[in-house]
């Protein structure tokens, strides 16, 4: 009878405990990914190569993330997108914060990714000569009505007392028309993703290039960041900081010369439309932008520069009283 | 003057459905004449090959001393921004601005004159659609059921009417009413079916004009004549 | 006319705003993601003027790009009526020009055109253009045999007459059209200002979204909403009044 039973079910008892066990002896990688959304600031470019290369070497894994990064664009607002839950991390501007702090929103910036601003204003050398903000007077101006540039902008020629009947500020689009036809003197674009394409097309016609960086002059107008939400911060501390190790991490290996060409093949993998000599010229690019030097910190928060930020939206009543900015500023690169 | 058709053969556009096979008729003098027949059996399309509206059929129309030609039916619409008046009066050429308050007058449109034609009672529009066709230069005036919604006793007037004032123009009166046909018209073309031959058959008619009475007993026997042949 | 159509409009607008207003709280949304009543009473307080003369500058704009597109459209129609081929071709082209994404042809316009005015006009007119095209090709070529057979058969008939009783007969339907592109006309006039002008509601629209201020929107989406619902009421009572005027020829 026992052997009968033995027969009927011994055989598949012991193959049911025998998967047990082994499931039992398998690795903690079994263990489910915690799931979170990082909504970045633009498409996928050379200004989110890092944080490419940080999903695609498996870096948020490694730290038991599953991160969706989903592209951005003209029209997302990652800090929407954190308020209504659709995302737990982003990239916003400055300026993006300050406004939404202003308002109420409930957001940190826990890293900081370009610690130049890549917003310049590339010109002719050859036409203006450039050495001093005076040179500005009288010049035409690329801004775009209402964006960071036209903020940027005003804030130097205030800087500088420059009135602004004394320039002519012209409202531009993505059209380089204006510019390439000399109607514009300076035209405003990114250094590190535009910077390589015009100032290609201006070589290509026989012309010198250089790029105004405000910076330079005085105006620290801080850009991307990188922003979760205040409860986040507190209710999944530990996530945030998994999140954040993993990503500046991705950043540093993506900028680290050793790895250039693995940063290029990533970034023309999501990116097939940019040629990839553009992409070559690029990522150098974005690195001074985000690696003053080799031992610099990736990520630090520069507390100064946002807090100059803040006062030239102060004082272009982009925003009507003070956020005290530097209560927002959660550094997490550090840990 | 002379409506000759000879071996007319004609099938619908996509359809392989004969209409007319080798249909042979005539009307040989002016007069108030009659096209008649069933329903579906091709009136109208016989009516639009004489007007000329139908020209991709085989054999011969022959319109001798006829040069104006023209095709009336009941459904006719005018055009919607003008009165009855100011249409009649726009498409009358002048000399026959006397012949058409005769018309008016005898057709009983007086009153229709200031109101637009969608105003009007399907009788009241037959009407008026009539008139501005009779005041044009015609030799041959097919009338395609042109009198359908007017009462019997201003029909009989208004044919009377046509009859005394065009005696030299030819007329071809489409209609289903037997009785009318047979009373009012000269010579009959009884329209048949492709099966039959001849497809058309021609009967004389009581040409009442108004004068001189009919015998009830003629007549009869002309609307037999009639439904037998069709 | 005019009220039903305001009213119309404002419960729309103000169920659309309730449904808002019910999202932010309900959530506990901040400022940023959808404002307060007291920031779109200060947004209102401070650009209703302003953004009432750049709605105005809009509207003008797309009436003008109306105005070319229906003259357009009535020209080509006409010619298109002409032939079987003419006809078909131009609904054919018709049919594929406005296949594209006004987004994706609106660069090169204004690379050939510039900024201005006529990129505007020009984008306003193509975005209703098509449909009205479209629709008084399909009215001027379709005859209107009870009505035209008298003048054919007498030998009156031109194309001034046959263009005129097809359009009386079709009034109604054109006023269709023409008071439903209209709304084109505007909408395609904001998305020109939006993509590149310098000027109008699209282009204050395009501000207000770099600087996240949905206060702003709000406020010129209610500007747009009865500047439009206005100019609508006047294409309706135009409609009626040449259709009156015509009638009393």
């Given amino acids: 009878m026992q052997r009968q039973l033995f027969d009927h079910f011994g055989l598949p008892v012991m193959g049911l405990i025998l998967i047990l066990i082994l499931a039992g002896c398998t690795p903690e990688a079994e263990k489910p990914l915690e799931e979170v959304s990082y909504r970045l600031k633009w498409l996928y470019n050379i200004s989110v190569v890092g944080d490419l290369y940080a999903l695609d070497s498996g870096l948020f894994k490694k730290q038991g993330l599953a991160v969706n990064v989903k592209p951005g664009g003209p029209e997302k607002d990652a800090i929407k997108e954190l308020e209504l839950g659709h995302a737990q991390f982003g990239v916003a501007s400055a300026d993006q914060v300050i406004r939404a702090v202003s308002k109420g929103s409930p957001i940190v910036v826990i890293a900081q990714l370009f610690q130049t601003n890549p917003l310049h204003w590339i010109y002719r050398p050859d036409k203006i000569p450039l050495k001093t903000p005076q040179d500005l007077k009288g010049k035409t101006i690329g801004i775009t009505h209402g964006g960071n540039d036209e903020t940027i902008m005003r804030a130097l020629l205030a800087k500088y007392g420059i009135q602004e009947n004394e320039v002519t500020l012209f409202s531009v689009r993505y059209d380089y028309t204006p510019f390439y036809q000399g109607k514009v003197d300076l035209w405003p674009l990114y250094r590190n993703a535009q910077a390589p394409i015009i100032g290609a097309k201006l070589i290509k016609a026989g012309e010198r290039f250089d790029l105004m960086d405000p910076s330079k002059m005085g105006i620290r107008f801080v850009a991307n960041s990188v922003v979760t939400t205040r409860k986040m911060l507190e209710d999944r501390r530990e996530t945030v900081q998994r999140f954040i190790k993993a990503l500046l991490e991705g950043w540093r290996e993506a900028l680290d010369p050793a790895n250039t060409e693995k940063a290029i093949a990533l970034l023309l993998k999501y990116n097939k439309e940019t040629p990839e000599d553009i992409v070559r010229q690029q990522l150098p690019a974005t690195r001074i932008l985000m690696m003053p030097s080799a031992k610099f910190r990736f990520g630090a928060i520069d507390v100064a520069a946002w807090q100059q930020t803040e006062e030239i939206m102060l004082a272009q009543k982009l925003i009507p009283v003070s956020v005290y900015v530097e209560k927002l500023l959660k550094p997490m690169n550090n840990k | 003057m002379q409506l000759e058709l000879k071996d007319i053969n004609y099938t619908y556009p996509g359809s392989a459905r004969n209409v007319f096979r080798q249909l042979s008729c005539q009307v040989t003098a002016p007069g108030f004449h009659a096209l008649f027949g069933p329903s579906g059996v091709g009136k109208t399309t016989l009516a639009k090959m004489i007007s000329g509206s139908i020209t991709a059929f085989s054999g011969a129309v022959r319109t001798d001393q006829m040069t104006h030609v023209l095709y009336t039916y009941n459904l006719e619409r005018l055009p919607g921004w003008h009165s009855v008046q100011d249409h009649l009066t726009q498409i009358t050429p002048p000399p026959k601005h006397s012949r058409m308050e005769e018309l008016v007058d005898s057709f009983g449109l007086e009153p229709c004159l200031n109101s637009r034609f969608a105003q009007l009672s399907l009788g009241q529009q037959n009407r008026t659609n009539l008139t501005r066709y009779l005041l044009q230069d015609f030799d041959l005036l097919i009338m395609d059921e042109s009198l359908a919604n007017v009462d019997e006793i201003t029909k009989e007037k208004i044919i009377l009417k046509i009859k005394a004032l065009y005696p030299d123009r030819c007329f071809l009166y489409i209609s289903h009413n037997v009785v009318e046909v047979a009373k009012f018209c000269k010579q009959i073309l009884v329209l048949r079916s492709y099966h039959k031959n001849p497809q058309a058959v021609s009967l004389q008619g009581q040409d009442f004009n108004g004068r001189q009475p009919i015998a009830e007993k003629d007549l009869e026997q002309c609307m037999l004549e009639i439904v037998n042949a069709a | ?249």
């Fill in chain 3, 1 to 249: 006319m005019l009220h039903r159509r305001i009213y119309q409009f404002l419960m729309i607008y103000f169920i659309g705003f309730a449904g808002l207003m019910l999202v932010k709280y309900s959530l506990n949304l901040s400022d940023y993601v959808i404002p307060g009543f007291s920031e779109i009473g200060m947004a209102c307080r401070r650009y209703f003027w302003l953004y009432l003369l750049a709605v105005l500058n809009t509207l003008a704009v797309a009436i003008l790009g109306h105005l070319l597109s229906i003259c357009m459209a009535t020209l080509v129609g006409i010619i298109g009526r002409l032939t079987i081929w003419i006809g078909s071709f131009i609904r054919v082209a018709a049919y594929n020009i406005q296949a594209y994404p006004i987004v994706a042809v609106a660069p090169i316009i204004f690379i050939l055109l510039g900024d201005g005015l006529s990129s505007r006009l020009l984008i306003a007119a193509m975005i209703c253009y098509f449909p009205l095209l479209l629709s008084i090709i399909g009215i001027l070529s379709e005859p209107v045999a009870e009505i035209e057979h008298f003048f054919e058969s007498t030998r009156r008939m031109n194309w001034q007459l046959q263009v005129k009783i097809r359009a009386f007969e079709n009034m109604h339907k054109l006023m269709t059209v023409i008071v439903g592109s209209a709304t084109l006309a505007m909408v395609g006039t904001i998305v020109a200002e939006f993509i590149a002008a310098n000027a109008g509601i699209g282009y204050s629209i395009r501000i207000a979204l770099y600087q996240s201020d949905l206060a702003k929107i709000l406020v010129a989406l209610f500007l747009i909403g009865i500047c439009t619902s206005i100019y609508l009421v006047f294409l309706e009572w135009l409609g009626m009044e040449i259709k009156k005027r015509i009638g009393s020829v």
